[in-house]
Structure formats: C-alpha cells, structure tokens
C-alpha cells in the first residue's frame, strides 16, 4: 500500500506517512508483548521507501524514539530529577540508530538497498555500535519462528532484508502468515525443571540496605519460595556488595535446606565495579558472571578513566557467555543485555541448557521497559526452544 502512495500522493505527504507509520509501528512492536514484536519487521520497508535522505533519518528517528519512549522517565525517576536529563539522552541514544541507517541510505532500489539495511542491521547488531542497539528488528525472530534456531535467526533476517526491496509486500505477506501460526499456537517460556524464581518488589532500597535483617529476610524468603526447587534465582542487585560477611550469612542461612542461590550482586575494587551474578550454597559460594554490557552513561563509564576518575562498572563484552550450575549450561543476561542482541547471539554460540534474564527495574516505573525487556528475553528463549528463568525486583 505504501508503495501507491509512492505514485499518486504528493512528496510531503509520501514523507510524512512514511515518518507517522514508523513511530505506530516502534510503539506498538515495543509495548512489552512479546507476539507485538515482529510489527517491528515494516521498519525496513518504510525505510526504503523514503524519497531522500533527509526522510529516511526521520522515519528511523520516528521508530527509535517511539520504540524507547520509556527512557525519559526511567531516568528521571532513577536520578529522582524532572524529564529533561531523561530527554537529552533519549535523543543522544538515537544518534547512532539514525546516522547509521541514514548515512547508509540510497535512493538505488532493489538489492543494493536490501544489502545496504543488512550491514546497518549487522552494525546495530555489534559492538561498537551495538552497545545502543536497542529495538532491533532482529529480536522478533523467536516469535516468527519459535523452535528454528540458528535457521529462524537465517530465515527471518533473510526476510528483514527482503522487506528493503520492491518485493516487500512477498516478504511480509510470507513472514506475517508464519507470525499468526506462531501466535494461534504461542506458549511461553517454561520454567526448567528444579529451578525456581523470586519477584521482589523491594523498589531502590534492593541492594542498597545491606542491614543483617534485610539478609535474613531474603534467606527466609528464598528458603519459604523454594518448595522443593534445587536452585533459586533472585533478580539483579539482590544482595548489595559482594563481601566474605554477606557470603558467611548466606551460607549459614542455606544450611540443611540443600538449595543454591544464584542472585545479583556488585565485586567492587579501588578503580571500578563488576555487575555480577553469584552463586551460593551451604557448601560453596562464587562469583559466575559478570555482566558483559552494563548500562551506559549510569553504570559503564569508561570516558572517566581518562581523568583518572573511577570508571564505574566493567563491561566484560565477550566474556562468560555461558557458566555452568547444577548440572546445567546457563546463558546469564543482566538488565540491559536483555535489550541487546550480541550478548544472547554470543551466548548461544555455546548451545546452553537454558536462559537466565535477571533485573532490578524499579527505576521503570510508569514506563514499559520491564515489559520490553521480558519480552526480548522470552522471543530469544522461543527462538531456540530453551527454558527461561525471569526474576525481576520492582
């Protein structure tokens, strides 16, 4: 239908369809349902059908900034400020979705513009820009095609670029049959078997109260919710700073209970800190992951080391993207890696047993980012068919 318009409304018009059309589609295909998010496969095709340059950044700004409208607010209610600091980066965090596939742009049609949204999809894929590749198209593959993999990932993006093409409508008549199959048959994500997992609704004080009753209180909840689970996991952040104390309180308070504990915490050093995953039982306790991409601008800091400031969280990009508990291969994800595509790529690279997507977003009130990030992480878990395990603090 957009390509009529292309022949019978009036360049301005044509543009500003076009720029409407991508922020309805970015609100809707990031509302947080994860069966929204394939709407999100439009995008390449009224990015290629804009008539210059200057249209084709609007539309990609359109769907960038509708599709992350939950950051102004997010960041106000975590700096505890008004919206406007919330603003300024909400539209720095669209620079690079909007340079990249700007500058990419041409006004050739057929395959050279279908090749040319695959390097912009595959540079917002991956570091370095992919550090802000948030509301990537890509991320709906699991809901087209639950079950299929590596080929869904092949099949879905192969469609994506086919989108930027003249046969578009081919490609989204195609991709859309398989997303109402998908849709009539969805179930979610199962819980592994033996696993277990702990919402708290804590707000900002988790992590924050280190008092020996908020431990005890923690201990006497994970050990009420196990009901017969070998492992517990509780969201990002849960334990505060990670020290000997804290590892002596918990494992005496696991003591004769036969449970493991994995649950968020932060190693800290002189220069900077580690987000980090740890596990604990009576008889042992350790780090196991440490979060390869923190969240920018409030966590990862790296411009400070320049001053000889400290530098905030490490980003581990490719590190640990599997580790392995009770028996199991785990592909961990903290936070903001659940709005990144390299980090769950990376990690199924191993073939693991099953997802763990952790979070402490009481910062999100108001907004749908926890919805967006559990949406994510369910697509990825469908996609390759493993259980998900999704403890999130609010």
Known sequence: MLARFSFSIPDPFHGLILIVASVVIGAIGWSGQALALPTALLFPALWAQA?????????SAGYFLAASRGLPQGVANFYASDLWPG?????????????????LWSKRPGWAKALRYGVA?????????????????????????????????????????????????????????????????WTNPILPEGWGAVDLELGE??????????????????????????????????????????????????????????????TIDADRYDNVLVSISAADA???????????GSMWQPWKAW??????????????????LAGRQIAPLICYEQLLIWPILHSMLYSPDMIVATG??????????????????AAWARLFDLPLVTPFNT
Not at 90 to 100: E, H, I, K, Q, Y
Not at 205 to 213: A, K, M, Q, V
Not at 216 to 240: F, H, N, Q
């Open 51 to 59: 008539r210059s340059r200057l249209v084709a950044a609007f539309v």
């Open 205 to 266: 004080s988790l992590g924050r109260d280190t008092s020996l009753d908020r431990h005890r209180d923690m201990i006497a909840t994970v050990r009420a919710a196990a009901d017969g689970a070998r492992v517990v996991v509780l969201p990002e952040s849960a334990l505060g700073f990670w020290t000997p104390t804290v590892s002596r309180i918990w494992q005496d308070g696991l003591h004769g209970s036969g449970v493991t504990v994995l649950a968020g915490a932060a």
């Open 121 to 185: 999809a595959v540079l917002m894929a991956w570091p370095p820009l992919g550090i802000v590749g948030w509301a990537h198209p890509l991320t709906a593959a699991g809901v087209v095609f639950p079950g299929w993999g590596w080929f869904g990932l092949a099949a879905y993006a192969a469609g994506l670029a086919v989108m930027a093409t003249r046969w578009w409508r081919a490609a989204a008549i195609a991709l859309t049959g398989f997303w109402l199959w998908s849709a009539a048959t």
């Open 360 to 377: 402490n977003g009481w910062w999100t009130s108001g907004t749908s980012i926890i919805a967006i990030q559990k949406a994510s992480a």
């Open 307 to 324: 001053t000889g400031k400290a530098a905030g969280a490490r980003a581990h990009l490719f590190g640990n993207p599997v580790v392995d």
């Open 286 to 296: 350790q780090v196991l992951y440490r979060e390869r991409m923190p969240v920018p």
């Open 87 to 103: 603003l300024l980066l909400w539209f720095a965090a669209s620079l690079c979705f909007v340079l990249v596939h700007t500058v």
